[in-house]
C-alpha cells in the first residue's frame, strides 16, 4: 500500500494518543496519530516521522503521522489501518474463490473470511510495531479486544482459522506475545494455538510513502 503527499517532521509531544505536536520545518503543527496503541519506545521527542496529508479540508489536523524512525535507523509504519490493507493486498495474490473483510462471526467482526473450493478461512490481522532485539512483540498496549478475537477464532466450526501477524518494520520475521505488557492476550494466545489457530507472519519492508509484504507468507492448504 501507498500514500500520497508525505512529508518528514520532528516529534515533539503527544498531549493524548490521538494526537501528537510535530515540528515541520520550524513550524509547530498538531497531527493525527493513525495508532491507538502506546508506542512508547518510538514516539519519543525529536525522533524522526513521517507525515501523510489527510486530504480533507474540513478536518481539524491536515496531517496523519504513519511512521517513526527509531534511534537504531529502524523505519516502523504505525498506521493501524496499513496491516489489513496489505494483508488484503497479500489475500489477492493467494488464488482465493472469495475475500469477504469485516465478517462477522460469533460476537465479533473478523478481518476476513476466505473461500477456496470446499474450504473456508477465519482470520483476524493484528499490526505489530514494537521490536527488542529483532523479534516482534504483540500487543504494546492491553487489548481486550484482542482476547475476545482470539477466544472467537478458537472456538470456529467449520472453519479454518488464522492469525496473520503483519510485521510493520524490515528485518522482523516472528511476533511474540508481549506478557509484559498483556498477561491475558499471551495466555488467550497460547490457548487459541492449542485449539487449532494458525498463527502466521507477513513480513513487510517500509518506506516513508508505502507498506509492503516482502515474502510470501503461510496459509493452510498452500
Known amino acids: ?38 508506542c512508547r519506545e518510538l514516539l519519543l521527542s525529536g525522533a524522526e516521522v513521517y507525515l501523510a496529508g489527510s486530504g480533507n479540508p474540513d478536518r481539524k489536523t491536515a496531517w496523519d503521522l504513519i511512521a517513526v524512525r527509531k534511534s537504531n535507523g529502524l523505519l516502523t509504519n504505525i ?78 466450526a467449520g472453519y479454518t482459522p488464522i492469525l496473520l501477524f503483519v510485521i510493520q518494520m524490515d528485518g522482523v520475521t516472528e511476533v511474540r506475545g508481549n506478557r509484559e505488557t498483556d498477561p491475558a492476550f499471551c495466555d488467550a494466545l497460547e490457548e487459541a494455538e492449542k485449539a487449532g489457530v494458525k498463527i502466521t507472519f507477513l513480513p513487510c519492508h517500509v518506506e516513508p510513502d508505502q507498506l509492503v509484504a516482502v515474502r510470501e507468507g503461510w496459509l493452510p492448504g498452500r
Open 79 to 156: 498506521d493501524s489501518q496499513a496491516p489489513n490493507a496489505v494483508a488484503r493486498e497479500w489475500l489477492e495474490t493467494q488464488c482465493f474463490d472469495v475475500i469477504r473483510p469485516e465478517f462477522v462471526y460469533g460476537q465479533s467482526r473478523l478481518d476476513f473470511m476466505m473461500e477456496r473450493g470446499n474450504e473456508r478461512f477465519l482470520m483476524e490481522v493484528k499490526g505489530c510495531t514494537l521490536e527488542r532485539n529483532g523479534i516482534g512483540y504483540f500487543p504494546d498496549a492491553p487489548t481486550g479486544r484482542g482476547v475476545k478475537h482470539l477466544r472467537e477464532l478458537a472456538h470456529a
Open 1 to 38: 500500500m501507498r500514500y500520497r503527499n508525505v512529508i518528514r517532521a520532528a516529534f515533539i509531544d503527544q498531549p493524548n494518543r490521538f494526537i501528537a505536536h510535530v515540528d515541520i520545518g520550524g513550524r509547530r503543527e498538531t497531527v493525527h496519530v493513525k495508532n491507538t496503541g502506546r
